[in-house]
Each structure stands twice: as C-alpha cells, then as structure tokens.
C-alpha cells in the first residue's frame, strides 16, 4: 500500500519560513512526477509546483522566486521551501505523486494534507 506522508506545516508570523517535507512509502517500482499544491478555506485547490523524476522545476507566478521545490530520490520524498510567506499563502497544503508500485499501474498518489497557517 502507497502512502504519501507530508510534514512540517504549522503556524508562522509573516515573512517567516516553513519547510514542508512529502514522504512516499510502500512498493514503489518507478517514481515520475510529483508536486505540491494547496488549497484555501473556500477556495479550489490549486497548483503550485512541480518536479520531474530527471529534475525539471515548474512554479505558478505566485509562489516563483518565494518557494522552492526539491527531491530527494534515493528517499522517495519530495521537499517546499517556503519563504517570505504572506497571509494569503495559508491553505492546507498537498503534496502528489506519480508512481507505479507492484502492480505496475502508473496512478496519483495523494497526501493527508498539512495545515499552514501565516498570521502575526
């Protein structure tokens, strides 16, 4: 069984700094793709970043030059460097993956969630 186990959110004043950290475990043949998104009380949930299996970075225009995506592939885990946050980034945040595991399916995996929240 796959399960993608994200940590590291929680409270921060403005301008603070979280890093997020997205664990997959289980059987995992082949790992592609994975990301990180976010959704707001209200609001869709909405892309923020990605990162290929050979490193290939993509960023909205609302987190670019503030979040940084990394992966760790010997770990199977997926890292969000966020800094500079601002009110308006707190969201529950979810990390995603594309895996085949042993049955050799390729499907989207996707965190529990963790709450970020930024307020003074």
């Known amino acids: 069984q796959v399960q993608l186990v994200e940590s590291g959110g929680g409270l921060v004043q403005p301008g603070g700094s979280l890093r997020l950290s997205c664990a997959a475990s289980?059987?995992?043949?082949?790992?592609?793709?994975m990301g990180w998104y976010r959704q707001a009380p209200g609001k869709q949930r909405e892309l923020l970043t990605t990162?290929?299996?050979?490193?290939?970075?993509n960023y909205v225009d609302s987190v670019k030059g503030r979040f940084t995506i990394s992966r760790d592939n010997a770990k199977n885990t997926v890292y969000l460097q966020m800094n500079s946050l601002k009110p308006e980034d707190t969201a529950v945040y979810y990390c995603n993956a594309d895996l085949r595991s042993n049955d050799l399916v390729r499907r989207t995996y996707w965190g529990q969630g963790t709450q970020v929240t930024v307020s003074s």
């Open positions: 289980g059987i995992i043949v082949n790992l592609y793709g």
């Open positions: 990162i290929t299996s050979g490193g290939t970075i």
